[in-house]
């Protein structure tokens, strides 16, 4: 069945190095990515997509990979604040409403 | 940010009590949501809506309503609360006019049924 996971629940980073967030999905005809960032006591905020016609996105200090090939997707944050502590979801969808989300990574920066 | 808005914030309530959750959004967009989100799981599409008085089941609709009376507004109801209804609610809204579906998230509300 369609299904959007995620390879860990917890990562733990210091502060000011680079955050790696993976996320496997299985329906390949997926074609639309969305990576949003939910803070406690919020509601998930986007952050960044990709259409599956690309591989890299860049904002800012946030990039997105993807890897059609195994199904995978990854966020990186580049020198990472404690601002960026939060739980991080990856989300898939085929053009239409439907949107699948990853259960979620906890995402903790150490000063 | 307060485009979405979703009331109570709070709420504890007992088995078998009706309860109705509120969401109110001010982007102007046709289309909402309602989610459930339970620790460790994704979340999960309960109801949403295209358009006034339009109303589709999700995945989990079984135990809960909606209304859908006016675009800005669309109310989640549990006509009998239990207690594995205890969970982190949201509201989100889109735009059809978007291709891709870019959800845009309540700040969320937190149910207990005691």
Same mark, same amino acid.
């Given at each position: 069945g369609e299904s959007v996971g995620l390879h860990l629940p917890t990562l733990s980073v210091q502060e000011g190095d680079n955050s790696i967030i993976n996320c496997a999905y299985s329906n390949s005809a997926s074609d639309y990515f969305i990576w949003y960032k939910q803070e406690s006591g919020k509601g998930p905020q986007f952050i960044i997509d990709i259409r599956s016609n690309m591989d890299k996105r860049q904002g800012q200090r946030v990039t997105v990979l993807l890897n059609k090939t195994v199904k995978h997707l990854s966020l990186q944050i580049a020198a990472t604040q404690p601002g960026d502590s939060a739980v991080y979801f990856c989300a898939e969808n085929t053009g239409g409403f439907k949107t699948i989300f990853g259960a979620g990574t906890r995402l903790f920066v150490k000063a | 940010? &307060?485009?979405?808005? @979703?009331?109570? =914030?709070? *709420? %504890?309530?007992?088995?078998?009590? *009706? %309860?109705? $959750?509120?969401?109110?959004?001010?982007?102007?967009?046709? =289309?909402?949501?309602?989610? *459930? !989100?339970?620790?460790?799981?994704? $979340? =999960?599409?309960?109801?949403?809506?295209?358009?006034?008085?339009?109303?589709?089941?999700?995945?989990?609709?079984?135990?809960?309503?909606?209304? =859908? !009376?006016? @675009? &800005?507004?669309?109310? $989640?109801? $549990?006509?009998?609360?239990?207690?594995? !209804?205890t969970a982190l609610y949201f509201c989100a809204t889109s735009d059809w006019r978007r291709a891709y579906n870019e959800q845009f998230f309540g700040p969320g509300t937190r149910l207990t049924v005691l």
């Open positions: - | 940010d &307060a485009d979405v808005t @979703q009331t109570p =914030r709070n *709420r %504890i309530t007992k088995t078998g009590k *009706r %309860i109705m $959750l509120e969401c109110s959004q001010t982007k102007g967009h046709d =289309r909402m949501y309602w989610y *459930r !989100q339970d620790p460790g799981l994704g $979340l =999960r599409l309960i109801y949403y809506s295209f358009d006034v008085k339009d109303i589709n089941k999700g995945e989990i609709s079984d135990g809960y309503s909606v209304s =859908r !009376q006016a @675009q &800005a507004k669309f109310s $989640l109801s $549990l006509e009998s609360a239990i207690p594995n !209804q």
